[in-house]
């Protein structure tokens, strides 16, 4: 009798299986806990998408995406392929797993996606643009949106001084099965597709999979902060789309189909993946967000534009991971886009005490966080030629240059 090891599977699956593009995919298997994250800012951008079938119901489409505004996301075109209604789940703590939940108030999906099988994909790579924009109802009262990289750079890991690359996903575990929480891998390849400058493939590192579920992550790569000297952070370069060849099964095959039912079952999962990139979608992604928000029109940005976005990014924050010793000398104020001032209080997330006018210079003393693991930052201020304590202000609402 036939036995379906792991290994006859593999090589089965290898010979006859291609991911179906547009599969919303659930995780990373054996890839770093988020809360590990090197930079430090990932959890403020990344994003679980949720597209309804059927007027949020519980049928719905699982993906991943980006925060580029507090109110903007970029996920993959397939997430939101045929969907009735779209929520969007921030990260609010990662330890207990909390997040803040905003419902879409439009979303468009580029016209020449093509997410159908990888075959025409393949063939039609001019037109396989798989990316989408989301814009919410409200802002989000804690993201810190990510910057883009700069216009100019190509995604290459074999370019000289190449960057570390970073995908991200869902937790599953040894049986593929999904857990709570996410995780991050670095990238082992990254090469510009041959016959589409804006289509990518990369692979991970041995041993990490990717698998159904993940679309719509983003992919960073580790730059020079632009506004914390000697630190690093997050800069968006793509959002995957799709996994290649599903060769991989669980190493405990049998264990796996008793849990999930047959082979066919088990979630496919992948060592490559692929993603469009950003800078070649930009112009596409600011039509759209004035298409969908006239009154309040926006853009993309990038690191190294000369004008600043009327909100604190990724790079430009506090809360994104800088030292506090790094703070003290850089220039602050404090600012609420979506007030005209911002609550001091008396400890991190304690009583308010008073009540700060957006642009109120002010100077970082330490850092503290809250039972949330958020952080909130004393500040002092000048008062009659003399520096004055103030209190505690939540950490995204202090932005220093």
Not at 111 to 139: C, F, K, Q, W
Not at 151 to 177: C, E, M, Q, W
Not at 210 to 225: F, K
């Amino acid at each position: 009798m036939f036995k379906l090891t792991a290994s006859r599977a593999r090589m089965l699956c290898l010979m006859v299986c291609f991911l179906v593009i547009g599969n919303p995919a659930f995780a990373i298997v054996n890839g770093t806990d988020l809360s590990k994250d090197p930079l430090g800012s990932a959890q403020r951008f990344l994003v679980t998408v949720r597209g309804y079938v059927n007027n949020h119901t519980t049928t719905h489409k699982l993906c991943l995406g980006a925060a580029i505004a507090k109110d903007v996301i970029i996920t993959a075109g397939h997430c939101l392929r045929d969907v009735k209604g779209v929520e969007v789940e921030f990260i609010t703590s990662l330890s207990p797993l909390a997040g803040e939940v905003i419902a879409a108030k439009s979303w468009r999906v580029h016209p020449l996606m093509n997410a159908v099988l990888g075959d025409v994909a393949r063939v039609e790579t001019d037109r396989y643009h798989d990316i989408a924009v989301i814009l919410l109802a409200s802002r989000s009262k804690y993201a810190v949106p990510v910057t883009a990289a700069p216009r100019d750079f190509v995604p290459d890991s074999f370019a000289k001084n190449a960057p570390t690359f970073y995908n991200f996903g869902h937790i599953r575990d040894s049986l593929y099965v999904q857990q709570p929480g996410y995780q991050f891998a670095t990238l082992d390849l990254v090469i510009r597709h041959q016959n589409a400058p804006h289509w990518y493939r990369v692979s991970l590192p041995k041993g990490v999979l990717i698998c159904e579920g993940d679309s719509g992550s983003p992919i960073t790569i580790s730059a020079a902060d632009e506004k914390v000297e000697g630190k690093n952070n997050h800069y968006l370069v793509g959002i995957q789309v799709t996994g290649a060849l599903s060769g991989w099964m669980p190493n405990d095959l049998q264990a796996a189909i008793a849990h999930w039912g047959s082979p066919s079952e088990i979630p496919k999962c992948a060592r490559a993946t692929t993603f469009v990139d950003i800078a070649g979608h930009a112009d596409w992604i600011d039509e759209k967000l004035a298409e969908m928000d006239p009154a309040r029109p926006r853009r993309v940005r990038f690191k190294g534009d000369k004008d600043q976005p009327e909100e604190a990014s990724a790079s430009e924050t506090v809360t994104s991971g800088a030292r506090t010793s790094d703070l003290k000398q850089k220039s602050c104020v404090v600012h609420d886009a979506e007030d005209t001032g911002v609550s001091v209080r008396n400890s991190p997330n304690g009583k308010i005490a008073t009540r700060l006018k957006n642009g109120r210079a002010v100077a970082i003393t330490s850092t503290a966080n809250d039972a949330k693991g958020r952080p909130w930052h004393l500040v002092q201020g000048q008062h009659e030629g003399r520096a004055q304590k103030l209190g505690y202000v939540f950490g995204e609402l202090v932005v220093c240059r």
